[in-house]
């Protein structure tokens, strides 16, 4: 009778002891701040809750074998089966010079554990009883861990077994813990990275549109991401009178910009600020449209080439006091001309005119256009045109010209065709959908004599 309450006792105290161990290694698991501390436990909890001698953690990191903590708390025996393993993992650790790839971890885990039964048992006569679980994360082979007794009568039974794998399980759930915080790490800098370069881009796109004399302006660029790569300016001419006589600014030849950079992100929204800085320099120069790209295109060339990524660019320029727009084309989408008295759309394309960065020999022609009262000149770029439906048809270019003429003969204004294209577009694709590439409109009207409007879009 005192046996039996002795056994139940002692049973009880061993399953308390457990759950104590387990505890703990669940309480280390949810405060989980330094990985390694985590795994130089799982040999040590393994151990006591399996009543083994010995544990070693043996893991595959960035496709390497390392040996990880070895825990040995028995005598003589229990240190040699612990120095006999060390061995077995460095020595086929250095064999493996070239990091593993995944589908070839399981191989070499298995070869550690064949390594591990024959040397164990050639060293120890067979006395050692040793018992190796995986450590499985995602279900990808990660490590071992690996438990040993040198007691005669030790026996791996079916509760030993699990409770080891529950160890095992623990350890896998704290390594991928780790792996998804290191994840979110690093998409909380990227996503702050992100939005200092959005912040950056929104201070060089034009904050507003400038008053020019005879012309009423509005724009909008909508990023697909937080960082773009359309871009579109009003760049001054005569840039040393803007202090003396603000007013007289009103009345000097005018640059207007629309440019697109092959991609999205932030290696196109860094191409797209380098272009903005080249550009509005060219223009001080006061040469030609066509010049004006030639020479961007030299500049920009290597740097262009080396980042296999390619610019389009429509630019012009309006003189208030001829109402002529000069203009040249480095194969962007041709702008659309609302002629108000014949109520017919134009495009404003040029006969020659390469990518910017594709050829350093490009070659660029120029043309001019005089714009008479009531004429709307509309830039856009190709997330319009590309942009595609739940069916996967596109927006394409006679949608865009259809809306256009549309809203002219309504008699919108340019802010007014501005918000009615987008709409239409935005119809078109879906409420539900995301937009696939960046957007950006300009649309400027020609106005009566004196009359100058900006609109701040």
Known sequence: MFALKDIVAQLYRDQS???????????ALRSLKNLNQFLELTPLIATRVADADGGMLVMVQNGRLQLGRVHTQGGQPCQQVQRVMTQVVRELAARLSAPLDKDKVTAVLDLLDQQFQRQVESQTDGSAHLFSTPILVK???????????????????????KLTRLVADQTAVAIENNELTVELRKKERLDRELEIGSEIQAQLLPRQCPKITG????????????????YYDFIPANHDRWLKDPDELTNRRWSIAIGDVMGKGVPAGLIMTMLRGMLRAEVLNQHSPAKILQHLNHVMYSDLENSNRFVTLFYSEYDPRTRMLAYSNAAHNPPLLWASKSQVVHRLDTSSGMLIGLDIDSQYDEAQVELQPGDVVLYYTDGFTDAASASGDRFGEERVEECFRSACRYGYSPGEILDYLFEQVQAFVGLARQREDDMTLVVLQAQPAAEAVGDRR
Do not use: K, N, P
């Open 17 to 27: 002891r457990i759950q104590d161990l387990l505890g703990s290694l669940s309480f």
């Open 215 to 230: 012309l009423a302006l509005a724009a909008r660029c909508q990023t697909a991401s937080r960082v773009g790569g359309d």
């Open 139 to 161: 279900d990808a082979d990660r490590g071992r861990l690996y438990l040993f007794s040198c007691q005669s009568d030790y026996l791996w039974s079916e509760t030993r077994q």
